[in-house]
């Protein structure tokens, strides 16, 4: 079967940094993705990994291993508004995407 | 990215009743939309995939006479839940399949309808 594993929660500090782990298992892969979810809304796009290694994108990194078949999201000086769920998502051989849990990331002053 | 709307933002109903959801790309033309679920503290559970002319393709466990899918232009999807009841009660998303390469295919994802059955 298709599995993503994530951690259900995570705390850290304002202005810390923060590693978000990501292991899965599909048939097939297109691609990685990870999604930023404030509560009572809809996903919002943070990250595309198809190759192995690190994308940057400001405060926040993405890094793929397909051998491994693991993930992580990196946020770096975190604020309080990155007080969130971060959902990994993997595109599978028929292009559809198996989504992770979610782990809510909560932000301590 | 392609900019999709949902209307309406959350509706309650009584149980028996039927609830329609729209689903717009405002900027873009979508050939195919998902139709997504979600309950509280859980992932995202596609329903269905909505094909612009064709019937919608229902996700294995979701009764496609229940959940009434019609994707009539390329900017308008619709889901309407039939005979609801409380235990449809959910965080409704859709969201919209953009991109040109076949690898990278992105999501755009509309705001939700929180949908409350009584």
């Known amino acids: 079967g298709q599995n993503i594993d994530q951690p259900t929660e995570m705390t850290a500090t304002e202005g810390a940094i923060v590693q978000i782990n990501c292991t899965y298992q599909?048939?097939?892969?297109?691609?990685l993705f990870w999604y930023q979810q404030h509560a009572g809304e809809a996903p919002t796009f943070l990250s595309y990994?198809?190759l192995d290694g690190l994308e940057e994108k400001g405060r926040f990194s993405s890094f793929l291993s397909r051998s491994k078949g693991y993930s992580y999201l990196l946020l770096k000086e975190l604020q309080m508004k990155d007080s969130a769920s971060y959902l990994c998502?993997?595109?599978?051989?028929?292009?559809?995407?198996?989504w992770g849990a979610g782990t809510k990331l909560i932000i301590k002053p | 990215g392609a900019v999709v709307s949902q209307h309406p933002s959350w509706v309650i109903c009584k149980s028996g009743t039927s609830v329609k959801i729209e689903c717009r790309s405002l900027?873009?033309?979508?050939?195919?939309m998902f139709w997504y679920r979600q309950f509280p503290k859980q992932s995202l559970m596609l329903m269905a995939t909505?094909?612009?002319?064709?019937?919608?393709?229902?996700e294995q466990g979701v009764e496609k006479d229940k959940f009434l899918i019609n994707h009539a232009s390329l900017t308008l999807s619709t889901l309407t839940v039939t005979s609801a009841h409380p235990e449809d009660s959910s965080f409704y998303i859709c969201?919209?399949?953009?991109?040109?390469?076949?690898?990278?295919?992105?999501?755009?994802f509309g705001p939700g309808t929180r949908l409350t059955v009584l």
């Open positions: 900027d873009f033309q979508a050939t195919t």
């Open positions: 599909t048939s097939g892969f297109n691609g």
């Open positions: 990994n198809v």
């Open positions: 909505s094909n612009e002319g064709s019937k919608a393709t229902y």
């Open positions: 998502a993997v595109m599978d051989s028929n292009y559809q995407l198996i």
């Open positions: 969201s919209v399949l953009a991109g040109g390469s076949s690898s990278y295919n992105e999501q755009f």
